[in-house]
């Protein structure tokens, strides 16, 4: 039987080389329930041959049996003191939400949503897997790797391991998904202690940013990352949508050239806040009108 310690650490190794490998060569799927699962099995496919025999990779749990629930007592690195979080009992009825959750999981409706619809709702799908955590360990490994994917197939990008980089980030992400996965399962609750605990948790958390919430800070379109971060050439090739954005950065490159004469620096400044204009409509999902701006004279103003 593995020690604790050498258990995380063995845990660390194999899921983060397996967590990696799905970012080059992610599931072929349909988001489905089998999609799910096969996610599950390959972050944490390495571990029953390592010592880890409670372990069954792509497996669901067993049902909590009438009159229990199925909980979890977490302690945060930044708060005093241990919070309960509640989640379904894994019976039919949760197999039947779980399938109706997967429903609202298509990229091809995704698509069409602007920043906030789609915020919105990727956390409204997490929200209702988290809920029904249908795996004995692992689930959020497993939700951040599928929604990733989702998103991505989407025309979105998440960065969860943004909340990675400290033990408050990962408070804060940890706070606001327990926030929103316990008002799922108060009516639901079989245990009167269990209600009085998830009911105590809420009120120690109040005022903590709940998933939907957290997530506006680091959801944004593809296109408005490659805008950010590539070259026109592949930014284009990747997404043919972003040409107008780097014609209204060439316009408003010549416009301030002839404006502002001999004096770079104020180019560069000018010619800084047209691209941030252009970042904020890609970020909340515009792809057109950009030019018209620039054309209009409505950004002229800005570090002439």
């Not at 799927?29 to 944490?44: K, P, T």
């Not at 990779?57 to 979080?85: A, H, I, M, N």
């Not at 197939?153 to 990962?170: D, K, P, V």
Request: proline content about 4%; glycine content about 6%.
């Amino acid at each position: 039987m593995l020690k604790n310690a050498r258990r995380k650490e063995l845990e660390a190794l194999y899921v983060a080389v397996r967590v990696a490998e799905l970012k080059i060569d992610p599931v072929v799927g349909n988001f489905d329930v089998a999609h799910l699962r096969e996610v599950n099995r390959r972050i944490f496919q390495d571990l029953p041959g390592t010592g880890f025999k409670d372990v069954t990779p792509g497996e669901f749990r067993e049902s909590t049996p009438d009159g229990y629930d199925w909980v979890k007592d977490r302690g945060l690195s930044t708060q005093k003191g241990l919070f309960c979080v509640a989640y379904s009992r894994m019976d039919e009825a949760a197999k039947a939400r779980l399938d109706r959750a997967l429903e609202e999981a298509k990229p091809d409706k995704l698509r069409r949503l602007k920043t906030p619809e789609f915020t919105a709702k990727i956390a409204s799908i997490y929200v209702e897997l988290d809920y029904i955590h249908p795996f004995s360990d692992g689930n959020s490994r497993t939700l951040r790797a599928f929604t990733k994917q989702l998103a991505k197939e989407s025309g979105y990008e998440i960065n969860w391991e943004r909340f990675n980089r400290s033990a408050a980030g990962r408070d804060v992400l940890c706070i606001a998904r327990d926030l929103s996965v316990n008002e799922l399962a108060k009516p639901h609750l079989q245990d009167k202690d269990t209600l009085r605990e998830i009911t105590y948790t809420q009120d120690r958390l109040e005022g903590n940013l709940k998933l939907p919430d957290l997530l506006r800070y680091v959801v944004r379109p593809s296109r408005a990352v490659a805008f950010e971060r590539m070259t026109e050439q592949k930014a284009l090739k990747m997404d043919p949508e972003l040409q107008e954005a780097f014609k209204t950065m060439r316009m408003a490159a010549d416009y301030f050239i002839l404006k502002i004469p001999g004096k770079p620096e104020a180019q560069e400044v000018a010619i800084q806040s047209v691209k941030d204009h252009v970042q904020l409509r890609l970020n909340s999902g515009e792809v057109s009108g950009f030019s018209q701006d620039c054309e209009q004279g409505e950004l002229s103003a800005r570090g002439a």
